[in-house]
């Protein structure tokens, strides 16, 4: 995470924890036309258009009171959606077996990339099976520059899978004109 995206993660998360949510990822883009992209979901990994809306007003009044974005921009506030990104170290035990990319800070054996299956977590370490090889690595964390989980069947329909278990549990009810559950709780 760049420096100036560390301060605004250390800023909001508070305001995003308190609204019910955990952060996954702040990062600012663009230079002449500035947009703020925060990313977050419940605990449960589930996030709705709703949930979104709620979050952009309290982080907004957050924005607002303490002004720390010179020049102008736009809040983006949404899911991590089903090709997400891995930015924390629960992020890949929670994705256990799937498909991922992985781009380090520094090349390892000159490469920088790999792709593979994520195959849990070892202290603050990743196991990922890279394509290609026999042997698990064992990815420091703090290596990780980006990671994100690549788009296919499986990974779809354990999405709907845990969003259907997310209204089992009656966090959630189902909505036709919503991307996925909406939840009950008020934000």
């Keep these: 995470m760049r420096v100036y995206d560390e301060r ?13 949510f955990e952060m996954v990822r702040i990062r600012m883009t663009g230079s002449t036309t500035k947009t703020l992209q925060v990313m977050a979901e419940r605990e449960d990994g589930t996030m709705t258009a709703e949930d979104c809306a709620a979050l952009s ?44 990319k992985i781009e380090l ?13 994520l195959a849990g977590i070892e202290d ?26 690549v788009m296919s069947d499986d990974l779809i329909a354990e999405s709907l899978r845990r969003s ?8 959630a009810e189902w909505s036709e004109n919503a991307d996925g559950p909406k939840t009950n709780r008020m934000g």
């Design 8 to 20: 605004l993660a250390q800023l909001l998360t508070p305001a995003i924890e308190l609204a019910g």
């Design 57 to 100: 007003r309290a982080i907004s009044e957050l924005l607002e009171e303490k002004d720390p974005i010179d020049g102008q921009y736009t809040l983006e506030v949404s899911s991590p959606g089903i090709d997400r990104p891995l930015t924390r170290l629960k992020d890949f035990e929670r994705w256990d077996g799937f498909e991922a």
């Design 105 to 117: 800070n520094q090349a390892v054996e000159n490469q920088k990339r790999f792709k593979g299956h």
């Design 124 to 149: 603050d370490n990743v196991l990922f099976d890279i394509e290609g090889e026999d042997d698990t690595a064992l990815i420091p964390f703090e290596l990780i520059h980006t990671a994100k989980l």
């Design 164 to 171: 259907k278990a997310a209204l089992k549990d009656g966090d």
